[in-house]
T-cell receptor
């Protein structure tokens, strides 16, 4: 069974600082990986996804993530944090295979706080 | 294109009652997945429907059920509500043609259910 671990339930950065949100997965088959963001009282919005091909994936709002198979990681980064980045971020995995229809498995989420 | 819509947005019920939540997917999307989000358990997969058929189900009791109509709209029902069913219920839609799991799931704003 697959699982996703997000290291750090809360991350605090200063405006303009690097954002690094960590995600590790366990999977016996190649996974597809996603990062979603959730603002208060809203649903989830896709930031980026890795399926196949280039391991460095660029997303919206200046975010990017790198798939590292050897480390089973898919960390999310942004060079310079903005106040508007304050939200909760979720890493998710879905497996290719007949038993995984529509089933995203999510990490526990990381709340990002951005200080002026 | 209009996004995923969910109705109602907020709901208050009492223990023992039942509730029906509705989800309208993005036009052309045929897969609908449902998730429960709580502070304690995070985001958990409930079930997925494609072309009116349930293809996958999460680890929830039989009180949780769903269905999908020919126009891809989906409903989920929770019978005999318990206090622990208080949560944000999210649905997500994707195009999903054939056995591909690369498809992005697009989330609605959710229905917040409070059970008293």
């Amino acid at each position: 069974a697959q699982s996703v671990t997000q290291l750090g339930s809360h991350v605090s950065v200063s405006e303009g600082a690097l954002v690094l949100l960590r995600c590790n997965y366990s999977s016996s088959v190649p996974p597809y990986l996603f990062w979603y963001v959730q603002y208060p009282n809203q649903g989830l919005q896709l930031l980026l996804k890795y399926t196949t091909g280039a391991t460095l994936v660029k997303g919206i709002n200046g975010f990017e993530a790198e798939f590292k198979k050897s480390e089973t990681s898919f960390h999310l980064t942004k060079p310079s944090a903005h106040m508007s980045d304050a939200a909760e971020y979720f890493c998710a995995v879905i497996l290719a295979g007949g038993t995984s229809y529509g089933k995203l498995t999510f990490g526990q989420g990381t709340i990002l706080t951005v200080h002026p | 294109k209009a996004g995923v819509t969910q109705t109602p947005r907020y709901l208050i019920k009492t223990r023992g009652q039942q509730v029906t939540l509705s989800c309208s997917p993005i036009s052309g999307h045929r897969s609908v997945s449902w998730y429960q989000q709580t502070p304690g358990q995070g985001l958990q997969f409930l079930f997925e429907y494609f072309s009116e058929t349930q293809r996958n189900k999460g680890n929830f009791p039989g009180r949780f059920s769903g269905r999908q109509f020919s126009n891809s709209r989906s409903e989920m029902n929770v019978s005999t509500l318990e206090l622990g069913d208080s949560a944000l219920y999210l649905c997500a839609s994707s195009y999903t043609s054939g056995p591909t799991y690369q498809e992005t799931q697009y989330f609605g704003p959710g229905t917040r259910l409070l059970v008293l």
